[in-house]
């Protein structure tokens, strides 16, 4: 018994330590303010939102996609926030999509297709640098995941815009961010109340676009969640039980060397 | 092996095969009967949580091998494509990549459990070198392993990591450049990296067979440091560290799983979600929580080592740096001929005990100071716990070898087990 | 070593055997679970089976001209028959064929025959598709790895391949488009 609380004691240790590493590298060294909102998918039992879902996708297309890709994403992926076959061959085939070569060899557009991957507003990385004042707007599929915070991340920077204090110096290009390290990013505030017009009646402000942007760009990141929660609470509760038996198992063989 | 005395098997399709290859006599001789002293507390289940360990990143590695693309362009978008499109691929990724944590939580208890109740010392000193060998391979493998999914934080790791060659004086650039097969980091380096990462946890198994061989030809050590002299020393090793091993297993499984399933990023920093940019280095680069100590113990060396008050510098900082950190893991090959005190077990070594659970707290401080930005106090941190970890190695342990005296050992493990009942009734 | 009996010898065996037995159980219901995953990954995945249907325009082919399009990664032979072709076709008398197969329940439309090129022997791809091509002793299809002679309907007439050409899934969207799978 006396190892047992040993072992315990020395992995929580462990665990603590790394959890300690982790936070104190999230710190950097400017002021900088990060929102902590509630999310339908926090937790060992939480799901998506298909609502936010959608909205946030809606979010995405009309706003977002006009700088950032998401090129890890396909049309076809959408059908998992709750849209049917016909919806999401309908989406896709608003995107043009460059195809070829052809049987003469010219590279041609065509409307896409559910098996193509979300449009890419630039050529590539370059082009999309240069048409952004030297400021390189990173692809989106995996951006919660990719930044300190999350969800929580990308909902502070969409609200954290202010007016700049008086002894920043800002370039032309760059704005006032609380939520972005050192404060100063190269993006305009993307989003106006009332710039995307909501079919579910939903508030239409900067607030709530935001929040479900950051939803929407989480399933994004990962899609696998809620399977992957409904597989790991099965297993555990299979190893438990498991685990039980063995212990009695251990009993019963070691009790007659108690003897 | 000898197939010399062998006894008949009642089912005659066991008795067929093993009249002709005796693996059953040989699997009743090893897990079967083997004669194990009865007095093993849960550190022991460790060994076997370890091998099930790199079987499991084994299987999960060769599944996603099948799936993976080893080439610059390719690399981060076939993993997202195991993530997102094969099936099952994201819980064969998070089972590969945190399963390398748990192999090393298991592996580091099971060394401390070593170093604990003396299990390095005679006759046992060739199963601890090779033990010490695995966690080297290990070391690389993780590594290697660590470059592969071509993010910011693998690209630069690699990059980092290699070029601690480039400290060894004269043909230390010449040797960084065969390493990447270029001039940086990048296509040559990934494909040799993957076919290496592929290959050495094979050397690992095969080392663990060399490793797991020699156990049973000294017999286990036990927490008392003493060598089972009687047949009441003694179990057969089935049934009773059979089921014992398998419940310790499936309640370390429970945390690995709970880890997999649900923190699945507890140990991953968000630079593994970008892809590798040779043209930009993240702000923090940390390596995997396992190499930390050994990442503060490289920091630690800011000075140059040469005579004082003179320019004349023998070994420089980077090349010191270079050489404590591998150091540190080079001094456990020697342990065994630096404790030669005739008592194993720490129970009966109070001095040793306590200056041991110190290197433990070292060890999580360094483990610590790694994963801070390296000014300040850090620096001087680091270099102070780095100091006791080579203290302990080079000047403790040998000291108290010749010094120490040990409190009164038990006759036999027997005797002491009788002694625990007694004193519990 | 156990030292003494169990007191109730009888009892106490049948505990520790249901014990045995449900542990067993359990670690074999664990491994097998444990192992379905491995084994579906190796199924084709999300953006395979995205790719399983094309569509094939079907306005440059000629009367008398074939095609091969990709499908699944295995080429589909289209051909537009003539009606001599056709005719040929269905004037076989089924009985006397290996493969006992109507031209009419082989093909939407007599003039579009759509099969998968893959000799139904080990898997080769036939000849037959170009003009220059050798097209076999029935003026078909002919696969050069071991001999196998196909007809215009694309049935198995000499050698050692065992079926017809399979036909793949496919519909007509419209009287140019065609979609496969």
Known sequence: MKNTAIIIFVSVLMLGAIVQSDKSLAAGGHETHMENLEWSFDGPFGTYDRGALQRGLQVYRQVCSACHSMKHMYYRNIGALGYNEAQVKAIASEYMVEDGPDDEGEMFSRPGKPSDRFVSPFPNRKAATYANNGAFPP?????????????????????????APKDAHLLDGQYWNKAMAGNVIAMAPPLADGMIAYEDGTAETVEQYSRDVAHFLTW??????????????????????????????????????KK | MASGKR??????????????????????????VFPTPKNFNYFWNFGAIAMVMLVTMIITGVVLAMQYTAHADLAFESVQ?????????????????????????????????????????????????????????????????????????????????????SAIPGIGDTLVTFLWGGFSV??????????????????????????????????????????????????????YYTVKDTFGLLVFLMLYVLVSFFLPYIFAHPDHFVEYNPMQTPAHIVPEWY??????????????????????????????????????????????????????????????????IALVAAVFGLGYVGAQAAEGIWVILGQLLTGYYFL?????????????????????????????????A | MATKAPSKPQQSETRRDFLYLTAGAFGAVGAASFAWPFIDSMNPAKDTLALATVEVDLSPIQVGQSAKVTWQGKPVFIRHRTPEEIARAEGVDVSALRDKQADADRVEKPEWLVMIGLCTHLGCIPLGQKPTDPKGDFDGWFCPCHGSHYDISGRIRKGPAPKNLAIPPYEFLNDTTLKIG
């Open chain 2, 291 to 356: 190499f930390l100590p050994f990442y503060a113990i490289l920091r630690a060396i800011t000075f140059d080592i040469g005579i004082p008050f003179t320019d004349i510098v023998f070994i420089e900082a980077k090349l010191g740096g270079v050489l404590a950190m591998f150091g540190a893991v080079g001094v456990l090959f020697i342990l065994p001929w630096l404790d030669t005190h005739p008592v194993r077990s720490a129970r009966f070594r109070p001095l040793y005990r306590l200056s041991l």
């Open chain 2, 392 to 424: 302990f190695f080079f000047v403790i342990v040998p000291v108290l070898s010749r010094i120490e005296k040990a409190t009164p050992v038990p006759e036999s493990i027997n005797a002491a087990v009788l002694e625990k009942k007694k004193k519990k």
């Open chain 1, 139 to 163: 692809d989106l599929s995996l951006i919660t995941k990719a930044r300190a915070g999350g969800a929580d991340y990308v909902y502070s920077i969409l609200t954290g815009y202010e007016h």
């Open chain 1, 220 to 257: 994004a990141a990962a899609p696998d969640m809620e399977e992957r929660k409904r597989i790991g609470i099965m297993t555990l509760l299979f190893l438990a039980v498991f685990a039980s038996i063995m212990y009695a198992v251990k009993r019963k063989v070691w009790s007659d060397l």
């Open chain 2, 81 to 165: 494509r195991i993530m997102r499109d094969v099936n099952y691929g994201w819980m064969l990724r998070y089972l590969h990549m945190n399963g390398a944590s748990f192999f090393f939580i298991a592996v580091y208890i099971h060394i401390f459990r070593g170093m604990y109740y003396g299990s390095y010392k005679q006759p046992r000193e060739l199963l601890w070198i090779l033990g010490v060998l695995i966690f080297l391979l290990m070391m690389a493998t993780a590594f290697l392993g660590y470059t592969l999914p071509w993010s910011q934080m693998g690209g630069w790791g690699a990059t980092v990591i290699t070029n601690l060659f």
């Open chain 2, 7 to 32: 006894e008949k098997f009642d089912n005659p399709v066991v008795e067929w095969i093993d009249s002709r290859l005796p693996v059953f006599t040989l699997m009743q001789k090893e897990y079967g």
């Open chain 2, 186 to 239: 990048d296509n040559p380096t990934l494909k040799r990296f993957f076919a290496l990462h592929f290959l050495l946890p094979f050397v690992i198994f095969a080392v663990v067979f060399l490793h797991v061989w020699a156990l049973h030809i000294t017999g286990s050590n036990n927490p008392l440091g003493v060598e089972p002299k009687t047949k009441k020393d003694t179990i057969p090793f089935h049934p």
